[in-house]
């Protein structure tokens, strides 16, 4: 890449699989970039800097990754100035190994190394060597207190609570390429919150691979729900998520957060994993079916319109038939609000994969599918049930459906399309649910539950 004089901009372009913690990372990537005189562009074929930021939780995720990078190789060898980068999970897992396998690949950036790209993109235009920085040097300090300037305000932001985690289920390659757990000191999140919530944002996201745990075995921290309660006194927050929790540290404490905090979405996202005490066991999830179900109840109980939506992998080692009919039969008494389900796959350094009783390829794929006919059925009543009721929705932006619609969340966070006009973009608003969808809500906008909307006296603003 050539370096361009003071004024002129060069462009990255960030393509990102997984999840959300990596969808965060190249957030952050832009930024730090941002102060390197990048901007972020649309196509790849107009960028200087092409970014691949991976996922290697599934298989199937991994290989998607490597296609696409198989993809450049024409591209670069067009143009040899343009660099391209490796990062995330899998960057992580197979380091200094993929410049080796890979000959047109220029940079290799581990889950930890996303502030090191400046120094390696100045080392390699001044020397030209490809290089990987795969150590597990994070700081903390290496978060944002608050978005560049360069950043795009939008209604909800995620912010980091903590990295890595320490839980080893058997399946899981998150503790090797991510790290060891480590929570980020409260004061910086309220910091980074306050200056979210200055930039315009309405609703903020606390992201960690098991938030549940935050502060555990840090002296004078607070734990998550006096987190929880923390972020919720910063003046101006509207909305507040979290994501992801682990069944076995969820405690009582923590579920009364949703009954006593205005601000907590009545949304949990639980990943069960399995319906079978026997799998759940081999997976080393640390709970049972019963303690599961046990915290839905209790959940339910705090608070009653609470949304729950939950993980499942099917043909994990061992599982049988009767095993797959407790997960059926789980999914038929919790009633999920949604699913991600997935067929179990192999992944490197996981105990799982030395696991006798592998399932055939055939007989996942079909649990699969009978799993998710299942829980489509469900979602669908659910959402049918929706039908005819008031909701409160933040609104985010224009839907993905084009026309004049928008689009937002309601609490428990379905998604929900309406007419109306831009402006109500960031403002949480009253909509009346008309039609159901699978995966969506339609709606319009209550004119009389939402007199006291500034913006109510302009005509057009409800698109009707
Ligand atoms: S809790 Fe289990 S599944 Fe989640 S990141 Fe940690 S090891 Fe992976």
Redesign the pocket.
Known sequence: MSRPSDNEARRIFVRTFGCQMNRYDSERLVEILGGQQFVAVEDYRKADLIFINTCS?RDKAEQKAFSYLGRLKTLKSNRPELVVAFGGCVAQQYGEELLVRWPHLDLVVGTHSISKVPAMLARYEVTGERQAWVDFSYDFGDEPDGRSQLWKPEVSAYVTIMRG?????T?????MVRGRERSRPSGEIIREVESLIECGVREVTLLG??VNSYGQGVSGEVDFAGLLQRVAQVEGLLRIRFT?S?PKDLSSTLMRSFADLPQLCPHIHL?VQSGSDYILQRMN?GYTRDHYLRLVKELREMRQDVGVSSDMIVGFPGESEEDFRLSLRLLEEVRFDGLFSFKYSDRPQTAARLLDGKVEEEVKLERLQRLQALQEQITLEKNEAQVGQTTLVLVEGPSQIGGSQLSGRTPQNRVVNFKGSPHLVGEEIHILITIAHAHSLEGVVCLEENVNLKIAKEKSWCGR
């Open positions: 939780v985690c320490d839980n080893f289920c399946y899981c390659i998150v503790p691979q098991n992801t682990h990943p999830r």
